[in-house]
């Protein structure tokens, strides 16, 4: 049966209302109490001796609470030090499967991936490809398809590998990974899901998923910052070129004494996300329901993208013509409650998100897109204060603009 899910905000936050759940959550009770338990394991999990072998128990028992999450086996969990870590070790013309090591050449990747991925691993730029998505937000396979044909007709002996995430970061919109798959995997290809903001929210089976390696990361789910995995379909996928090499830890694939104790939250956290998933995720959606029917009422013009799409639960991203995310954002953190914008600011200045680009989102739309990105302890109040500051915010510019027309 489902247990509880006691995700908690902790007290430094409980004064304020913490909606950025996809940049990252509070620790999980259960994963602070198990790094807490490993903070006194003293041993190297690469020796022999009790203490060592105290520390490979944590190491192991969390392996198989990952694997777990994602319904794989525990011996194809290599453990990194978060998402982009994970991204970064698939993302090689090494990877390989079975007695096959010829290299990759091709990297297709799609338009709306994470900046950790869209760095392209270690595949030379001149050899990665986008592969469009269409203005829903969802991957065009079509154009997919066609470039896996063209690829194949033209150019022999082509092997790409093809980097589609499970759940966009900022909209949330769920994407066809096993429909992917299938045109991958009959290309000759292999697939490569970023599953970071999916896993512990919606079910992320490898082997519904298809997923020939999937990479996941603690602190989206309730565990502590840098810790993360990618996790391998098969034990036949070898990823042939580790990042670091070193002792052989993690059979090989990513040298380094293991962080002990952040792979212990990460294994307590990614047990207890997947004990609560299916309540979590009904509860997390009917308050999302809630929180964009409110915003409609104050800004009917409101645009929520992927809307009537499959989404992850707690995610909502919408913009309201007239209405600066910038502006938004600092309205409402004054108000104490905490969102994100789907924009980036480097070197001062702020540039749309390139998600909502390749979504062909008119740029003076792009520039109002807010993320709310709820967890499991959001609750009702938490929606009614921002909806409260947001009446406040658009109150308050119809006030500006009325002032200023006068
Ligand atoms: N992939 C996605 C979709 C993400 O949202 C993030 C973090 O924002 C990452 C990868 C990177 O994960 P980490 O912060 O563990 O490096």
């Not at 050449?105 to 001149?126: K, N, T």
């Not at 896996?148 to 980097?163: I, K, M, N, Q, S």
């Not at 840098?226 to 990042?243: C, Y």
């Not at 409402?332 to 989102?361: I, T, Y």
């Amino acid at each position: 049966m489902a247990e509880p899910d006691r995700h908690e905000v902790d007290a430094t936050m409980s004064e304020r209302v913490y909606l950025d759940w996809n940049a990252t959550t509070p620790l999980r009770p259960e994963a602070r109490a198990a790094m807490a338990a490993a903070f006194d394991c003293a041993g190297n999990p690469s020796s022999v001796h009790a203490e060592g072998r105290a520390a490979r128990y944590l190491v192991e028992q969390a392996r198989e609470r990952v694997a777990g999450l994602l319904g794989a086996e525990p011996r194809n969990v290599i453990f990194t030090s978060g998402g982009t870590e994970a991204n970064a070790l698939a993302l090689s013309p090494q990877l390989a499967v079975g007695g096959d090591k010829g290299p990759r050449d091709r990297l297709l990747i799609s338009a709306i991936e994470h900046p950790s991925v869209r760095a392209g691993g270690r595949f030379a730029g001149a050899s990665i490809e986008d592969v469009p998505v269409l203005s829903s937000g969802v991957i065009d396979l079509a154009a997919l398809q066609a470039r896996l044909d063209v690829l194949r007709a033209t150019e022999t002996g082509v092997r790409p590998l093809v980097a589609l995430m499970h759940a966009n970061n900022e909209t949330g919109v769920v994407q066809p990974v096993a429909e992917a798959a299938a045109l991958v995997h009959a290309a000759g290809g292999l697939l490569h899901v970023d599953a970071v903001q999916s896993a512990g929210k919606i079910p992320c089976d490898i082997e519904r998923l298809q997923a020939d390696t999937v990479a996941i990361s603690a602190h989206k789910l309730g565990g502590p910052k840098g810790a993360g995995a990618l996790v391998k379909r098969s034990e036949a996928i070898h990823v042939g070129d580790p990042l670091f090499k070193g002792g052989g830890q993690e059979r090989g694939s990513r040298g380094g004494t293991e962080n002990v104790i952040g792979i212990a939250g990460f294994g307590a956290a990614a047990e207890a996300a997947g004990n609560a998933l299916a309540p979590t995720a009904l509860r997390m959606a009917a308050l999302r329901d809630r929180l964009e029917a409110m915003l409609r009422d104050i800004s009917p013009d409101a645009v929520i993208f992927g809307e009537g799409l499959e989404r992850l639960p707690n995610t909502t991203m919408f913009a309201v013509p007239g209405i600066k995310a910038e502006t938004a954002l600092i309205a409402l953190d004054l108000a104490g409650v905490a969102v994100s914008s789907g924009s980036a600011c480097s070197s001062g200045k702020v540039a749309g998100s390139p998600v909502l680009a390749a979504m062909n989102v008119p740029a003076a739309l792009a520039i109002g897109a807010v993320r709310v990105s709820l967890g499991p302890a959001s609750t009702d109040r938490d929606v009614d204060v921002l909806i409260s500051a947001w009446r406040n915010l658009v109150a308050g510019l119809s006030k500006g603009r009325r002032e200023v027309a006068a």
